[in-house]
């Protein structure tokens, strides 16, 4: 997953950084709800007949809940994608030649917590039935103005097919990851490789089924809108700007 990327001492923002700022509105109003509900049942729900009493250490940890919902899905995320460069470093280890896969008793396997393992699950049977041929993995990929950063999952051939790949472990595909896919894909074309797709492969983490969406067509619009996203970032973070060294296009 992606760490911190540094310019000049600085630390530039992420690709995920710059969509999540355009995009998550909601958050604030998230924090706010839960502390809502929570003042409600401070103020009403002990008072319900039959219901038993809730302290305010239980009221201030569901309060927080969301946050450690989240954290916990990160925290998967991080499993699956370390699981899967594992398996396919082996891929590029052999060369290619012989089938990789994993044995129940393999220690980064039998390690993967339960919704990890469902998700590498869904992985495994997704490239049983497409030819893998990873080139990088979990490669720092830097725009072409220098100004942000972020990892790509993956480089390599698909079905024959030079592609950039993402791995996500979410519920549901979500506009943001074409977005951020293009992005990774423009970065990645500045080393002038014939680069011909993008997509990403979501990978269910409750029923352990893979799902595959190639965002190739849409490659163009999407790198448009992350584009823009990029501008409205620096413009609405001067002090970042300056420092990432952006220069206002307009």
Known sequence: MSGKYEKNGFELPRCTDIIDDCTNISFGLKKWAAAEVVRWIRKHGNSWPGCWLVDDEDLNRAEKAYETTGQTALDVGSEVHNAIEVFLKREIARKGDGE????????????????????????????????????????????????????????????????????????????????????????????????????????????????????????????????????????????IAKKAGWNIPF
């Open 100 to 239: 990789a896969h994993w044995d129940i008793t393999d220690p980064v396997y039998a390690k993967l917590s339960g919704q990890a393992m469902k998700a590498f699950n869904a992985f495994n049977a997704w490239q049983k039935e497409h030819d893998i041929k990873p080139i990088v993995l979990e490669q720092t990929v830097y725009s072409e103005s220098g100004c942000w950063a972020g990892t790509c999952d993956f480089l390599g051939y698909f079905d024959g097919k030079l592609y950039v790949i993402d791995w996500k472990s979410s519920k549901a595909f979500y506009p943001e990851m074409r977005y951020q896919v293009a992005a990774y894909r423009s970065a990645v074309g500045d080393t002038q490789l014939d680069i011909v797709g993008c997509g990403v492969l979501r990978l269910d983490k409750t029923d352990g089924t893979p799902e595959w969406k190639d965002t190739s067509k849409s490659y163009e619009k999407d790198l448009r809108i992350f584009n823009r996203m990029v501008d409205l970032y620096f413009e609405r973070h001067p002090q």
